[in-house]
Structure formats: C-alpha cells, structure tokens
C-alpha cells in the first residue's frame, strides 16, 4: 500500500514526464504495510495510452467497489534468472523503458451471469525471455480458475486487446518501473495495485521471495490474485491462526506469520479470509547489481 513519500525511484530522478506520474491521492498497493487501504483515481495506464490503438470505457462496480475503465539491451544492475525447466533465462534491467508490449485478446467474452470485468496484460518490453503471451496465459490461468476470483460465476474475467475498454491492466514490470507506476514508497521490492495499474514486480516472478515454503508457481498465482484482489476491493488481512492457510489478501511476500503459503481466495467453494489488517513486516532491500 501506498504512503505518503516520493512517488519517484531512489535515484531521485524521473525518466518521464512528471505528469504521467503523478497522482493526486496516494493509492492501495502492497509495500509499506499499513492497517487499511486507500482508494481513489490513479493516473492513466501507460498500457494503454501509448499506442494509438488504446481506448477508454464505461465504469463498472465489484463488490460495490467503482472499477473506472483504463482509457535495446539489457542494462547492467538487473537480474539474469533460469526461467521453467527447458526455456531461456529471463533477463532484465533494474531499470526498464516504460514500453510496453500488449498480450492479445481473448476471442470471446466468457458465459454466465456473473459481473463481466475486463482486463489487460502488458510486459515491459526490457524483459527478455519472456513473452508477452506465456505470462498473459499464467494470469488467466490464475483469474479463471476454480478456487480464483471468478469462483462459483460470480465474476467474469475476460484478458481484452490494447484496442478494446479494460477495467484494469496487469502489468510485469521492471523494479525500477514498478517504483514509478506504483507511487509509493521507492521499494524495487514489492508488487502493487495503484489504480487501474496492477503491477507485479518482475523481479518477484522469476524469483519469489526467501522462506515461502512454497513451489515458485504457486507464489506468481498468489502474487496475481492478492494484487488483482485490491483492484476488486479488498484491502489487507492478517493470518486465521498458526498452521492455517494464509488469506490471499496477507502480504505473504513479507511473511507468513505462523500461516501456510495460499494462493487462493476461495476453499472449497467458499471465500477464505482472515482478520483484517497487516504486519510491520520490514521490506527487504533493494537487491543491488546484477543477481541469477
């Protein structure tokens, strides 16, 4: 979640105009913790005002909760890691262009009754080794599933183009990025939700965090759905009891405090949850040059 501090990186400079940046509340999101969320309009979604095929649509509500429709090399000091079994490692800069690539549409809006939210993925185009549309299929994969969000058909979740209206936009970024487009404290650590932005730290998806005590698959899935899960409304919870599955809405990248790695806001068919609030959980450092 969002604090009040410097929306800018660490470096104390910005790359792109401060108008795109800025934003005139500070916005929910999962960095410093904090004991409740904070919502209001975030700036436009680089996704998809830069390119001339983006658009804006009409607003929509989940959960009562307004959802506003989103109108070179590799540098030194990034991350080089073994992606799945059989592929190229995925690289990246610690500091990326702000471009972005735009996964493609799915074909067809998915059937029933439940609330129909649209949404986009985008990769900054820094990131090598993986595709656009490899991760846009592991976020679908997740929002779509069984015990996810859309669980029982009380969503729809339906990955639209650059071209088509989008509640929110899934973004991989870089950590420097993810610093800008989140706008909160400058961490280079955590993922986030700002707005119509939800930013997954890069990072964090070929790496995951120490101590999960859980499969790498299982920490994106949790990563996805816990920064989807405030861009639906729901704010920071703690964990049930030691031994219990953590709530999807715990900040698991900071610690499970006596809970078990979950990826998943549903069991068996019904919405697990835990107290509201979140831990002093301190945010480890900025991981500095360039790791494997």
């Keep these: 979640m969002a604090t009040k501090?410097?929306?800018?990186?660490?470096?104390?400079?910005?790359?792109?105009?401060?108008?795109?940046?800025?934003?005139a509340g500070w916005l929910a999101g999962c960095g410093v913790p904090t004991t409740a969320d904070r919502a209001a309009a975030g700036p436009a979604d680089p996704a998809a005002a830069a390119?001339?095929?983006?658009?804006?649509?009409?607003?929509?509500?989940?959960?009562?909760?307004?959802?506003a429709a989103t109108g070179g090399p590799v540098a030194a000091g990034g991350g080089t890691t073994a992606g799945r079994a059989g592929t190229a490692p995925v690289s990246y800069p610690a500091d990326g262009s702000n471009r972005w690539q735009v996964a493609a549409g799915e074909p067809a809006a998915p059937t029933g009754t439940g609330r129909l939210v649209r949404y986009r993925v985008a990769v900054e185009r820094d990131i090598r080794g993986l595709p656009v549309a490899?991760?846009?299929?592991?976020?679908?994969?997740?929002l779509t599933a069984p015990q996810g969000w859309a669980s029982g058909g009380r969503l729809r979740l339906w990955r639209v183009g650059p071209g088509?209206?989008?509640?929110?936009?899934?973004?991989?970024?870089?950590?420097?990025?993810?610093?800008?487009?989140?706008g909160d404290a400058a961490d280079g650590y955590t993922s986030c939700r700002n707005g119509d932005r939800?930013?997954?730290?890069?990072?964090?998806?070929?790496?995951?965090?120490?101590?999960?005590?859980?499969?790498?698959?299982?920490?994106?899935?949790?990563?996805?759905?816990?920064?989807?899960?405030?861009?639906?409304?729901?704010?920071h919870e703690r964990c049930p009891g030691r031994g219990r599955p953590a709530p999807v809405m715990q900040q698991q990248t900071l610690g499970l405090h006596g809970c078990t790695a979950?990826?998943?806001p549903y069991r068996d068919g019904r919405r697990y949850a835990g107290p509201a609030g979140s831990y002093a959980d301190a945010i480890p450092p900025r991981e500095p040059g360039r790791r494997g």
């Design 5 to 23: 501090g410097s929306p800018h990186r660490g470096s104390g400079r910005f790359r792109r105009p401060a108008a795109a940046l800025l934003v």
């Design 134 to 142: 490899g991760f846009a299929a592991e976020v679908g994969a997740t």
């Design 262 to 264: 979950n990826a998943w």
């Design 164 to 182: 088509g209206p989008a509640d929110f936009t899934v973004h991989l970024a870089t950590p420097g990025t993810r610093d800008e487009l989140c």
């Design 51 to 67: 390119g001339p095929t983006a658009s804006g649509g009409p607003a929509a509500a989940v959960g009562g909760v307004p959802l």
């Design 198 to 235: 939800v930013v997954v730290n890069v990072a964090r998806w070929v790496k995951g965090v120490p101590g999960y005590g859980a499969s790498l698959e299982t920490y994106r899935r949790y990563v996805v759905n816990h920064e989807v899960g405030h861009r639906l409304g729901h704010g």
